[in-house]
Structure formats: C-alpha cells, structure tokens
C-alpha cells in the first residue's frame, strides 16, 4: 500500500502533511511528515491525552508552539527535528514546570546532527531552577548530552554523559546520565518541600543513573552539610518519578549533627550534643514513608555539653508516650530547666504502619531512651514498644508547634 498523499488541517490546532507506504503485512515501512500546531493548549487534549495519561501526565497543560518533521524507512525512524516556539508546560500537580521551552532538538539514526535546547527557568517538586540551554548531538539512534549547568536553589546542578536511546524494537526508553550538585541551598529546599527551615548546603556527585521501565537507578550517593555535620544518602532509586504513587528508597547516614541547633529548629525544646544514626531501608511512597529501620543516639564528642531541657523531656514524654523516672520527684523536678544526660538512643522499625521501638538498653517491655546523669538525675523510659505511625507522626508535628501540655510523673 502506497498513500502518496496525506494532509490533516485542524487550523492553529495542527496542520500537517505526509506521504507514507505499508508493507504487505500492513506495518508501516516509510513516512515523511511535516507537522505544525501554533496553539498546543488544545492541542494536547485532542490529540495527546491518551499517550500522556499512560505515563500519568495526562493532567499536564501546555502552551506555545511546535513543528515537526519526520523521516521514517525500512520501519525505523531516520531522522526527527522538531522546533518549540515558547513552550510552556505545566504539571498542575506541581511536580515540574518549565517556561519558555525554546530552540531545535535533532534525532539521527546515521550521520551526526547538534542541536540546542534551552528554557528561561522552571520547578522540579518545588524546586527553582534557572535559564539553561542544552548542547545536544545525536548519531546511530540516539541523543547525547555532554555536560550541561543548571542554576538550582542558589548552587549548581551539573547534568554530564547523558545519553538517550528512545523506544525501538521492543525495547522501552532507556537514559543513562550523571549528576554532580554542588552548593545547593538546602535551606531553600526544605522550604519547597514543606520540611522545617533547615540551614545547610548541599553537595554530591552521581557517577552515574539509569532510567529504565519508568525507574531510575542511581550509583553513588549525596552529601548533606546540615547542622555543623553530614548527611550521607545511598542506594538511591526513584520509580514512576512523574506519574502515579511515585516511590523513593534510600539508606541515610547521619554523622556528627548539631543537636543544640537542630531541636532548636524543630521546635523541641533543647538538647545540647552531638547526634550520630542511620535510616537503613527507607521506602516512600507517593512521598510518604511506609517502611525504614531508625536508629539515632547521641555521639561521644569531647568537650560538648550534655544537656536536655525540660521542654524536651516533655516532648519526647508525649510523642512516644513514655514515663518518666527520677530520682527526685513530683513537683521537685518542675523547678528545673534542664538536666544532665550520659546518653540518648532511640530506634524505629516501620512496617504496617507500626513502629516498632527500641532504645539504649531494654528491660522486659521497657526500653530507655534518655539516661540520666548527674543531679538531679532523669531518665526517660519507654513502655510501650509498637505505636500507630500516623499517631506518632501527629505527635511530632503537635510537639513542633509546642502544643504539647507539659506533665511531670
């Protein structure tokens, strides 16, 4: 079958022409295509809906202009250009935008093509990032991405080796890339993300990440500069990044935090120290967590105050529902305003929605998590081993916002 001519006149909407051939079993053997919407608002929903809504973005909105031409032989695609005039797309979900998508982007299934792609700025999950123009070549059916800067929260995300194999012969969209971020305002993205005002900067380097199958696998790992010490993620892996329910796993290593600073942030009270732990296994979902195995405890450090207000004492008594046990009791403790301790430690297991807790040392059912020092002498000991996760998680935002009634045993 030969169709030599084909022509498509939707107006502004798209206004196209094209001449193709079938092969005797009826698939598509040879096609040349000019293509052309000036509006793509409603372009999109007529004709782009179906395709997007597969891969959970067929809620995004877009705007500007596009033209495309196309060459396809033997049943492969040879080559594509298209062109965005001011393209504008957002996600009314708020997990990306980018305004003014502008320039050419070249595919080439034989000899080399460049071009470049560039937007003005946008937003990834609440994060700013600025103007950027992306160098790209394509060769033998794929695009290539040397190395590109992005401005993102006051510091710098570097996109290096990025390479693109588009859908063929069976085979899905496969991206291979690596990430470096360096100085990154982690102040400004704990706002984005709706986390309390955490000061620090972020930096780390990706090697490299592979997106296949709708998830993204990443080799390496991010540092954290955060409350004079480091956070250290790893095992990094995202699926379904732009559609439904996506999912994050990680392991978090934290190391040398300030904890005079960092419960000063949370609302908390006050401890003075320095807090070491991990989070092994974390797993959100729709960026909720659903499973990780927590463990913090203070850290020996040499010269630094072990203090606990009773501010904190009474917030860490009604988040986990603990008792408290001194030497001195009733009223008599009330007259303080902070206590020695020797050590802090308390631990999390998730899973179904329970937390399982721990702490420094166990005794039956009980389990301390502050041992006290010095007089007057407090400790903070739990009796109650599995919690209702979303209860505990009520807890720490009600202790947070000091609506926690302070209560002496």
């Given at each position: 079958w030969v169709l030599p001519r084909i022509v498509w006149d939707d107006g502004a909407v798209l206004t196209a022409s094209a001449q193709a051939a079938l092969d005797a079993e009826g698939n598509l053997d040879?096609?040349?295509?000019?293509?052309?919407?000036?509006?793509?608002?409603?372009f999109k929903p007529r004709y782009l809906s179906g395709w997007m809504g597969l891969v959970g973005l067929g809620g995004v909105d877009l705007h500007g202009g596009l033209s495309v031409q196309a060459q396809v032989q033997d049943g492969r695609l040879q080559t594509l250009a298209a062109d965005l005039r001011q393209v504008d797309v957002r996600d009314p979900a708020g997990r990306f935008v980018f305004d003014h998508l502008q320039g050419d982007l070249r595919y080439s299934a034989g000899v080399p093509v460049a071009s470049v792609l560039q937007w003005q700025g946008g937003r990834l999950y609440g994060l700013k990032f600025g103007a950027t123009a992306l160098p790209i070549t394509s060769a033998g059916g794929v695009l290539a991405l040397p190395q590109a800067a992005v401005p993102l929260s006051g510091g710098r995300l570097t996109l290096r080796d990025a390479v693109i194999r588009p859908p063929r012969d069976g085979d899905g969209l496969e991206i291979y890339f690596g990430l470096r971020l360096d100085d990154v305002d982690f102040g400004q993205v704990a706002q984005a993300l709706g986390l309390p005002p955490f000061q620090g900067r972020l930096q780390g380097d990706i090697p490299r990440a592979h997106y296949a199958q709708d998830?993204?696998?990443?080799?390496?790992?991010?540092?954290?500069g955060l409350f004079e010490g480091e956070v250290t993620f790893s095992s990094l892996a995202l699926e379904r990044p732009f559609g439904t329910a996506p999912s994050l796993s990680a392991d978090i290593a934290l190391r040398g935090l300030d904890l005079l600073r960092l419960t000063e942030v949370l609302g908390f009270g006050s401890i003075s120290g320095r807090l070491d732990g991990r989070i092994d296994g974390l797993r959100l979902v729709d960026w909720t967590p659903v499973a990780f195995d927590a463990w913090l405890a203070t850290a020996d450090a040499p010269g630094v105050r072990r203090r606990i207000s009773q501010r904190a004492v009474q917030d860490i008594g009604r988040v986990g529902g603990v008792s408290l046990v001194q030497t001195l009791q009733g009223r008599?403790?009330?007259?303080?305003?902070?206590?020695?301790?020797?050590?802090?430690?308390?631990?999390?297991?998730?899973?179904?929605q329970i937390c399982a807790m721990s702490g420094l040392h166990?005794?039956?059912?009980a389990f301390t998590i502050v041992e006290g020092q010095g007089l007057p002498r407090l400790d903070v000991v739990g009796h109650n081993r599995a919690v209702d996760w979303p209860t505990l998680v009520e807890r720490l935002m009600a202790a947070g916002k000091g609506d926690t009634a302070p209560v002496i045993h």
């Open positions: 040879r096609l040349s295509l000019q293509a052309r919407s000036d509006d793509l608002a409603p998830r993204i696998a990443f080799e390496g790992g991010l540092q954290l008599l403790i009330a007259l303080f305003q902070e206590f020695g301790y020797r050590r802090i430690g308390i631990g999390c297991r998730l899973e179904n166990s005794e039956g059912n």
